[in-house]
């Protein structure tokens, strides 16, 4: 259980990343974490998941981190994104993936791993974890199928990328509901999310100035923020009474009336809202306090070299980029050590030289 806590609130923090990728500085950073995971985090997971939280008391739905993970996320990264500010302008004019085949190596293990994320919320294997992974693999590839049929619709031709966004709107949407919604619902779900969250992104987010303006790198406010939201919401109106008490192990949790029906998506809308302002104001304070230490973002030299050329090292080394930023002396070949005698002559030490 505890293990299995630190994971959500280690891919948070990793999310949270994907919005500030390629010029928050790294120290800055490593102060951030533990901040934000002790002041922003541990709040709305306690008011959420805990039997005495606040929300929870209410009767608040969030199988497995739709809001606790996804919509945290999501605001969190955009709101500090805003307070980093932008990458240099020829990174964020163009910034295709390093490599399609390594994109969808990860995004398939992302879905696999899935299984687990929504899967081992109920602590057993049980008819609620065997319907939480059912439902979880439909609505996600439903949500690809839609996803990439807006794309041919109104681009002409589908994409690895755009296969992957969708993949991943439809894993955060089913999130918080996982294991308390019909196989049906799922689909209905899947459909929502491989279009809406498609339309802020692909349309909403070019016409709207302050989206336009805010650098989120990897689209984590659309993904996650959008997607858990909708999840969320999407939640509150197809939650099975029956499934509910399954998993809440609470008798009569939920009930068929309707007023019930109307007062859970109440509960799931105000969760929304202290969610989103709970980030915003922890993620703000932090940033600016972090800012009162050391530098929120990257030079502008070291923009141009790279984020991750500071470090000493370049995931694709080509034509020696990164040298001038070169730290690690202890390496073997560093500045501090001798080269050995095979790559100062000829033969293979010499070949290895010039390679």
């Not at 008011?47 to 996804?70: E, N, Q, R």
């Not at 996320?73 to 990174?91: C, I, L, Q």
């Not at 459909?191 to 070019?206: A, D």
């Amino acid at each position: 259980m505890v293990y299995f806590q630190f994971v959500f609130a280690a891919i948070t923090l990793i999310l949270i990343a994907g919005a500030l990728l390629g010029r928050m500085n790294f120290h800055a950073w490593m102060i951030f974490v533990p901040l934000w995971l002790t002041f922003s985090y541990t709040i709305t997971a306690y008011s959420i998941w805990c039997p005495t939280g606040w929300l929870a008391k209410k009767g608040i739905i969030d199988y497995s981190g739709g809001y606790v993970i996804h919509l945290s996320s999501g605001v969190a990264g955009f709101t500090a994104a805003f307070w980093v500010g932008p990458r240099a302008n020829k990174d964020r004019e163009r910034f295709p993936p390093n490599n399609i085949l390594l994109m969808l190596a990860g995004a398939g293990l992302l879905w696999m791993g899935w299984t687990g994320f929504n899967g081992g919320d109920p602590y057993t294997v049980s008819v609620d974890a065997s319907l939480a992974v059912l439902n979880t693999h439909v609505c996600t590839a439903t949500s690809l199928l839609v996803w990439l049929l807006l794309d041919i619709m109104f681009f002409g031709k589908p994409s690895v990328i755009g296969a992957i966004q969708g993949m991943i709107t439809g894993l955060v949407c089913i999130t918080p509901a996982a294991g308390v919604v019909q196989g049906w619902a799922a689909i209905i779900m899947g459909i929502l999310s491989g279009s809406i969250p498609w339309y802020t992104m692909m349309v909403l987010h070019k016409k709207i100035s302050f989206l336009k303006h805010v650098d989120d790198t990897m689209a984590i406010f659309h993904t996650h923020a959008i997607a858990g939201s909708l999840g969320g919401i999407l939640t509150g109106i197809f939650a099975e009474p029956k499934l509910c008490r399954i998993f809440y192990l609470v008798p009569g949790f939920h009930d068929n009336r309707a007023g019930a029906g109307f007062k859970q998506l109440g509960v799931q809308l105000l969760g929304i809202l202290f969610v989103v302002f709970v980030n915003v104001i922890m993620t703000s304070i932090i940033c600016v306090l972090i800012r009162l230490v050391v530098p929120l973002r990257l030079s502008e030299e070291e923009l141009s070299t790279g984020d991750d050329a500071i470090h000493g090292e370049e995931a694709y080394a080509l034509w020696g980029d990164g040298e001038k930023y070169e730290s690690r002396h202890d390496s073997f070949y560093g500045a501090d050590q001798e080269i050995p005698h095979s790559t100062k002559s000829g033969g293979a030490g010499g070949q290895v030289e010039m390679a």
